[in-house]
């Protein structure tokens, strides 16, 4: 076939050789192209070896139509390898063709994932191999950890031979260190020091403690930002003639790490001159504009400023409806006396009106759930403000990127104004199943969903299983934004939760009562201005509180066992009056009404604004519960000292009975027990959960006599678990709490590290001294039975008067009862603490971290202020759960 080819090539190439020949002179017959053949082809055919070179049949065969030829094929990149060879003019080329690629590997990235190298490479399987598309992807690839930071990083590629021609290319990688900038030298200063100039760069001295940072891994464009930098702080220092003449970095001998040098020159320092405005617009009057500009004569020049008025300077006229005003700043330069005169310039535009209202990007999310959150429609006057709260809106939502803007396009005609929302959506439903320990409540299981974009119209649909040591609850909620399209918010939820409460018989934890609650709520909220709203809620709930009656109940039976008979009561030498008087089942109906201001500009994560709740309760539209309860939140948010981000945050209740329980004189507060305010981990932190305000501290009591022989009885602290620590909380609280996060460099911050400075102070207070059991009292509370043995209230009971070694009387508790075991076999005093409105004081430090396993929050904290009987906790942490 490959023979055919060619004589149809060669009778076709006789007219070529005719008129070849009426061109040129005749030339010797031996060196006339009688025939062409290609040998070696296997992909490619003869023929289309043939097109890429200029030798025909019939024309003159000569060395350099023949290197033409050569260079013709090797420029293909086809070949491997290519001869020509003439005997008395039947021309033969030999070549070989360039494998085809099979795959494509790589070896040695670990730093580099690669999915990010493989676009970097040209080549893919089944083309030809060719060695300058290999150079190319080398240098491609050797670019790509540059950009990296690590310029000692070589690739070397290797062809691995198959059959058919057919290669695997492997690049192999090695990273190699990443490149460090070990100094930073400046030639030239004499105003600012070394390490002040320093400190206003990106680029950062490679140093020990910057294991998280990515600041000191040298970047040639950071290089050429970081003499911005420089010329923005001179600037804003008075320097206005400054300038970088060079900046240098060179390789380390070892050629692991760059020393930068910048060599600049500072000039002379300006101050301002004269400073006015001068408008073209109607609305702004320079009279009025003038007195309001922030510099002064005889105020340092600031560059930075001057920019920031020229930004005030817009934003106010588009608070009038000009959206594209013109505010140029005209500068005078007088190198005489050092002065920088300026004139800010309002050049004449036309007031502005919101032609269209474009929403792109959003795939699920329905129009009309971004387009609400505008506060402009579509023909009204443009503001820049309402702008700006309109994509702070939008961002609130949760649904989008954090880096939302509304971008201002020109509209059809000069006064019209098209603003553009182009948003990316994220994912917001929330399948969680997850199990963690915490320091709060040990081992955790957690299995929710919840879904804050419901059907793409903003509701939030939800539902939550959680299980631990000390609570389980299972909750169902629903909120509807905008009910029937209008401004107004609803919402139910359904819930039963299982709360196991405890005290500490020293340092273990021991469960104590048992609340269940059932019930379920329903809530609506309306907007009064744009930054104040009001919300209304019902809630009806039932709770259970009851204690393991073989503990804690007196047994009133023949049978000898506690808590066999619902005759059974329970006993306050075993519990405590105030666990007593907690039990029962109590229905709540509470009609309760919120206030809130919110202007802050992100409700998720904010960094600006402030937010005001106020909020009262009424229990007594029915239920067994009556009681007033107010509450105030309020907080706010700062950004400073650049991206550190400062939050002031302060709340304080009370709760006022409306029912009277009893006497305070029998220790009854007519607030129940388990509707009190109780402060501690993790509202206050440094401090153990509940571990501030008002409680009940049961000791061991050793009978004795003193000096004079008269009976006394010695308190055992925390010996052999004779301590039992019972918080019974209060009517009152107040909290603060004042909080730095730090930012960190873009490693970390990938990483989704948040580490912050705080500083906690609060105090819960105000509750009726419950009646205590003093040893004396204990003792008192006996009487005989019927067998002569002292018992509780004359029932068969465990509780016996003694006579120690000393002669004194001393309540004692048998070991066991009809083969049950007391928990208590000794006397005791139960002493009152923390009843105080002084605060307690802590400071710490944390970090929030989104792990790839879940959330995770540790702090460690130290009290500061406390008062008698409060828990101090140096060190907390939670994973796996929200907090």
Known sequence: MCGTILSGAAVSSQALAQEAAQAVP???????????????????????????????????????????????????????????????????????????????????????????????????????????????????IVELYKRKGRFAANVEPKMVQLDQNRVDIVFEINEGPKSKVQQI???????????????????????????????????????????????????????????????????????????????VEEGERYQFGEVSVESDIRDFTPEFLTPQLPMKTGDYYDAKQVEDTVER????????????????????????TLTMDILFQVAESDRVYVERIDINGNTLTQDKVVRREFRLNEGDAFNSFQVKR??????????FQEDLEIEQKQGSAPDRIILEANVEEKATGELQLSAGFSSVENFILQASVRQRNFRGKGQELRASVSYSSYSQSIELGFTEPYLFDRNIAVGADVFR???????????????????????????AGVPITEYLSASLRY???????????????????????????????????????????????????????????????????????QSIVGSLDFAGLGGSVKYLRGRLNASKHWRVLGDFIFTAKAEGGYIHPLENRGSEADGIDDIRLTDRFFLGEPQIRGFDIRGVGPRVVRSSTIPGLDTNGNPINEIVELTNGTQTDDAIGGRAYY??????????????????????????????????????????????????????????????????????????????????????????????????????????????????????????????????????????????FNVGTQF
């Open 390 to 399: 309109s994509a702070n809106r939008i961002k609130s939502l949760g649904f």
């Open 185 to 263: 030298n400046i030639i030239g200063n004499e105003e600012f020091s070394d390490g002040k100039l320093r400190g206003e760069m990106v680029t950062k001295q490679s140093r020990f403690y910057r294991f998280f940072s990515s600041s000191d891994t040298y970047d040639p464009d950071r290089l050429a930002f970081d003499q911005q930098k420089l010329r923005q702080f001179y600037l804003t220092e008075g320097y206005a003639d400054f300038r970088v003449i060079s900046a240098v970095a060179e390789l380390t001998p070892d050629k692991r790490d760059f020393i930068i040098t910048y060599v």
């Open 313 to 336: 300077l817009s934003e106010t006229a588009g608070l009038f409806g000009y959206a594209f005003a013109d505010v140029r700043p005209q500068f005078t330069r007088n190198k005489e």
């Open 539 to 609: 809630g009806l709930s039932q709770d259970d509180v009851t204690l393991e009656p073989s503990l804690f109940f007196t047994d009133s039976n023949a049978d000898g066992i506690r808590g066999n008979s619902e005759a059974d009561d329970c006993d306050p030498l075993l519990a405590g009056r105030y666990l007593c008087d907690a039990l029962g089942t109590r229905t709540t109906s509470s009609l309760g009404a919120s206030l809130i201001y919110d202007d802050r500009d992100n409700r998720i994560r904010p960094t600006r604004g």
């Open 497 to 523: 939760r299982d709360l196991n409460s405890f005290n500490y018989v020293n340092s273990d934890r021991q469960t104590t009562f048992e609340q269940l609650t059932t019930g379920f709520q329903i809530r």
């Open 735 to 876: 909290l603060g709490r004042a909080e730095l996060e730090i930012p960190l460099g873009s490693g970390a911050s990938e990483l989704g590290l948040r580490p912050s400075i705080f500083v906690d102070v609060g105090a819960v207070f105000n509750v009726v001294q419950p009646l205590l059991l003093t040893d004396a009292q204990t003792q008192a509370f006996s009487t005989q039975d019927s067998q002569g043995n002292a018992s509780p209230t004359g029932a068969a009971a465990p509780l016996y008067l003694t006579t120690d070694t000393n002669g004194a009387a001393a309540t004692t508790f048998d070991a066991t009862t009809n083969g049950v075991a007391n928990p208590i076999a000794t006397s005791f005093t139960e002493r009152f603490f923390g009843d105080s409105i002084s605060p307690r004081l802590s400071v710490g430090f944390g970090v929030n971290w989104n792990s790839p396993f879940g959330p995770f929050r540790i702090d460690i904290a130290k009290a500061l202020l406390k008062e008698p009987g409060d828990d101090t906790k140096l060190f907390t």
């Open 26 to 140: 005749a030339a010797p017959a031996d060196d006339i192209i009688r025939s062409i053949v290609v040998n070696g082809a296997q992909r490619l055919e003869p023929t289309t070896v043939l097109s890429y070179m200029k030798l025909r049949t019939g024309q003159p065969y000569t060395q350099e139509s023949a290197d033409q030829a050569l260079k013709d094929l090797f420029e293909t990149e086809l070949f491997k390898d290519v001869s020509i060879r003439n005997n008395q003019g039947a021309v033969i080329i030999e070549v070989v063709e360039n494998p085809v690629i099979n795959r494509i590997l790589l070896e040695g990235n670990k730093r580099i994932k690669e999915d990010k190298i493989y676009p970097e490479i040209r080549l893919a399987p089944r083309q030809i191999f060719t060695r300058s598309k290999v150079r190319a992807d080398v240098a491609r």
